[in-house]
Structure formats: C-alpha cells, structure tokens
C-alpha cells in the first residue's frame, strides 16, 4: 500500500525540512497541514496569491486534497468551471485509515507533490 512507500520516520524528517524550507521560502512562521493545504490548493488554483474569503479558503483545501489523493487514483479532475476553478471527481472510496495514518498518507503526498516540483 502506498503508505508504507516511507517509513513514519522518514516521513517525518522529509517533513519537517518541507515545513523548513516553506518557512523560509515565504519567510513565515513552520506551516503546519492545513496551511500546507492552503499553499497547494492555491498553487493548483494557478490564479496567484490574493485575498480569499474564509469559503473560498476551503475550497482551496479541498482542491488540494484532491489533487494530493489523485496521485494514489482516488480522484480525477473532472475540468475548471467558469472562474477557473478546478473540480474533481472521487473515482474510489478513500480507506478508513487511522489517524496517525492519515497524518502520514497526507504528509507522504504533500512530499511527493514539493518534491516534483
């Protein structure tokens, strides 16, 4: 399974230097998931930084959650609407993973998403 592509122990030191390196990138305070989640979602927007609403924040955090859970198969995007926005498809059901592995899948995918960059 996908989640043990990392051991837990590399997952955490490969995230902590991403939390680093963003810190440092954009001068900031370490980022924790969710602004993580932020970033992406707005890198995926492609629209550049600026003002969002607190809705509009959310659904950046959805577009990047479906864009992080994509790359294991379990979403495709379906196409942008009107504003540019993109929207995305669940293709299949996302496991019941506990906590801890959820923490490490999400943190595995934003990873992989910074490093292919």
């Known amino acids: 399974m996908y989640l043990w592509r990392m051991k837990p122990a590399e ?3 490969k995230w902590a230097a991403l939390q680093q390196r ?3 990138d954009f001068d900031t305070d370490v980022p924790d998931i969710k ?3 932020f970033l ?3 890198q995926e927007l492609g629209q550049g930084p600026r003002k969002f609403s607190k809705r509009q924040k959310e659904e950046l ?3 990047a959650n479906c864009k992080l859970f994509s790359q294991m198969g379990f ?3 379906e196409g942008l609407d009107q504003d540019g926005w993109p929207h995305w498809k669940l293709v ?3 496991p019941n993973y506990t906590l801890l ?3 490490m899948v999400i943190k595995s995918l934003m990873i992989d998403y910074f490093e292919s960059m």
């Open 101 to 103: 592995e959820q923490e």
């Open 35 to 37: 602004v993580m989640l």
């Open 92 to 94: 299949k059901v996302i």
């Open 75 to 77: 979403y495709e995007l």
């Open 40 to 42: 992406i979602g707005v």
């Open 61 to 63: 955090m959805h577009i």
């Open 22 to 24: 963003i810190s440092a």
């Open 11 to 13: 997952v955490n030191l």
